[in-house]
């Protein structure tokens, strides 16, 4: 038995995921919030007169809650795909995806909070 799938190609798949992106940032205030909030966190850790390692571990870490942003949107986008009526299991998986966007932004603090502390040598971590 055959899938109904279309053959995918590299060029075909980055279309199609800044097609999302592109999609996302369109109709979600809250990706876009996170984009501002990337982008302020982008220029503050390249700016910051600390070593570049240090740079790095904040920028790179500046990535988590877009991913979770855009997983919860996409579980958002699923769940409405099959019910908008109010429903248990629905709001359940809607505020799962929540929590992962809040445990994201709790996790960013934290590793800014750990690295900066290093930068400053008010920690050591070995």
Same mark, same amino acid.
């Given at each position: 038995?055959?899938?109904?799938?279309?053959?995918?190609?590299?060029?075909?798949?980055?279309?199609?995921? /800044?097609? @999302?992106? =592109?999609?996302?940032t369109?109709?979600?205030?809250? $990706?876009?919030l &996170?984009?501002? +909030?990337? /982008?302020? @966190?982008? =220029?503050?850790?390249?700016?910051?007169?600390?070593? $570049?390692?240090? &740079?790095?571990? +904040?920028a790179?870490?500046?990535? =988590?809650p877009?991913m979770?942003e855009?997983?919860?949107?996409?579980i958002?986008?699923?769940?409405?795909?099959?019910?908008?009526?109010?429903?248990?299991?629905?709001?359940?998986?809607?505020?799962?995806?929540?929590?992962?966007?809040?445990i994201?932004l709790?996790?960013?603090?934290?590793?800014?909070?750990?690295?900066?502390?290093?930068?400053?040598?008010?920690?050591?971590?070995?």
């Amino acid at each position: 038995m055959a899938l109904n799938k279309p053959k995918y190609t590299l060029l075909k798949n980055a279309r199609y995921a /800044l097609e @999302g992106l =592109i999609e996302i940032t369109r109709n979600e205030n809250s $990706f876009r919030l &996170q984009i501002v +909030l990337f /982008l302020c @966190g982008m =220029i503050t850790a390249w700016l910051l007169p600390i070593a $570049f390692h240090y &740079q790095a571990i +904040l920028a790179v870490s500046l990535f =988590i809650p877009l991913m979770a942003e855009i997983t919860n949107s996409a579980i958002e986008r699923t769940v409405d795909l099959v019910t908008f009526d109010h429903h248990e299991l629905a709001k359940r998986a809607k505020d799962a995806g929540a929590s992962l966007v809040f445990i994201s932004l709790a996790m960013l603090a934290f590793i800014w909070i750990v690295t900066l502390a290093a930068a400053y040598g008010c920690v050591t971590l070995s």
